[in-house]
């Protein structure tokens, strides 16, 4: 895997990657609170906000597969994903919490849970390199559709 990441310029803490799928996204920074130079200009997400974000697609992303494979008939899939970080440098994730909101037709509560549970234990990268520093908690919600 291969990524490229490159600074938009000064005057900002702009960052532009180029994934090595061919694809790209923009980064910034939040302005200083005082409105001294150095800060970003807040158009585009935080990089510990594409973190998460990139957490909640790689967990999602599993718990979709595995009702698949289990024949269930899922037909939606939304996480919220709340964090809290160190208040001092570096300023990792403390604390993480998904809750899935799981839409389906005649889903089985058992097979989201354990694909959920199969998600965090065994398949997310993502989640389990983050749960080196977090605490990791999930809840869910079946919805019938």
Same mark, same amino acid.
């Given at each position: 895997m291969e990524c490229k990441v490159s600074w938009t310029g000064p005057g /900002?803490? /702009?960052f532009w990657a180029e994934t090595g799928s061919g694809h *790209? #996204?923009?980064m910034d920074g939040a302005p200083n609170a005082d409105g001294s130079p150095g800060g970003g200009h807040n158009l585009a997400p935080r990089p510990m906000e594409m973190v998460l974000a990139g957490t909640g697609g790689c967990t *999602?992303?599993?718990v979709v597969m595995i009702l698949q494979r289990g024949r269930q008939q899922v037909t939606g899939c939304h996480i919220q994903l709340k964090a809290e970080r160190a208040p001092t440098d570096p300023k990792v994730f403390t604390?993480?919490?998904m809750h899935y909101v799981v839409t389906g037709k005649g889903l089985s509560? *058992? *097979?989201v849970e354990r694909a959920i549970? #199969? $998600?965090h234990e065994k398949y997310c990268s993502a989640s389990m390199m983050? $749960?080196?520093t977090a605490a990791m908690t999930s809840s869910f919600e079946i919805v019938e559709g």
């Amino acid at each position: 895997m291969e990524c490229k990441v490159s600074w938009t310029g000064p005057g /900002g803490m /702009g960052f532009w990657a180029e994934t090595g799928s061919g694809h *790209a #996204l923009v980064m910034d920074g939040a302005p200083n609170a005082d409105g001294s130079p150095g800060g970003g200009h807040n158009l585009a997400p935080r990089p510990m906000e594409m973190v998460l974000a990139g957490t909640g697609g790689c967990t *999602a992303y599993d718990v979709v597969m595995i009702l698949q494979r289990g024949r269930q008939q899922v037909t939606g899939c939304h996480i919220q994903l709340k964090a809290e970080r160190a208040p001092t440098d570096p300023k990792v994730f403390t604390q993480i919490h998904m809750h899935y909101v799981v839409t389906g037709k005649g889903l089985s509560e *058992a *097979a989201v849970e354990r694909a959920i549970q #199969l $998600s965090h234990e065994k398949y997310c990268s993502a989640s389990m390199m983050l $749960s080196k520093t977090a605490a990791m908690t999930s809840s869910f919600e079946i919805v019938e559709g």
